[in-house]
């Protein structure tokens, strides 16, 4: 099934700051600084403000240098058909990825160790080392 949308990847490359709409509640959110992410905007049934009125939620899928148009298209589409069933898409879409501890016990039984993490400092990162091992 083919999504379509306003926004093209050519368009995507070139587009300045700001929050820019591709249709069905899919935006592609730049930066000043150039760095560039989808969002969807959605309202989940039941769900409302202190006014009473329908609650608009804005939800990540990725930069946009990981996630390509396409992906986020679908990502949006599904979302949105978990916020017309009233299920929460922060909640409801996490357990669709696996946690670390199991991708961990997956990957050693691969022949890749997940490594000490380590801080990194004053930079606050963290950062994991995945080695290699022979079976």
């Given at each position: 099934?083919?999504?379509?949308?306003?926004?093209?990847?050519k368009?995507?490359?070139?587009?300045?700051?700001?929050?820019?709409?591709?249709?069905?509640?899919?935006?592609?959110?730049?930066?000043?600084?150039?760095?560039?992410?989808?969002?969807?905007?959605?309202?989940?049934?039941?769900?409302?403000?202190?006014?009473?009125a329908?609650?608009?939620?804005?939800?990540?899928l990725?930069?946009?240098?990981?996630?390509?148009l396409?992906?986020a298209?679908?990502?949006?589409?599904?979302?949105?058909?978990?916020?017309?069933?009233g299920?929460?898409?922060?909640?409801n879409?996490?357990?669709?990825?696996?946690p670390?501890?199991?991708?961990?016990?997956r990957?050693?039984?691969?022949?890749?160790?997940?490594?000490?993490?380590?801080?990194?400092?004053?930079?606050?990162?963290?950062?994991?080392?995945?080695?290699?091992?022979?079976?």
């Amino acid at each position: 099934m083919t999504i379509s949308g306003k926004l093209t990847k050519k368009l995507i490359e070139n587009l300045g700051a700001g929050r820019h709409g591709d249709g069905n509640g899919l935006y592609l959110v730049v930066d000043p600084s150039g760095a560039r992410r989808w969002i969807v905007r959605v309202v989940v049934k039941g769900q409302t403000n202190k006014k009473g009125a329908p609650l608009r939620t804005d939800f990540g899928l990725g930069g946009a240098d990981i996630i390509p148009l396409n992906q986020a298209r679908e990502r949006a589409l599904e979302y949105r058909r978990m916020a017309k069933q009233g299920l929460n898409p922060r909640f409801n879409a996490k357990q669709k990825y696996q946690p670390l501890k199991k991708w961990r016990n997956r990957s050693i039984s691969n022949g890749y160790q997940l490594g000490k993490t380590l801080n990194t400092g004053n930079s606050g990162l963290i950062r994991s080392e995945i080695t290699h091992f022979q079976r």
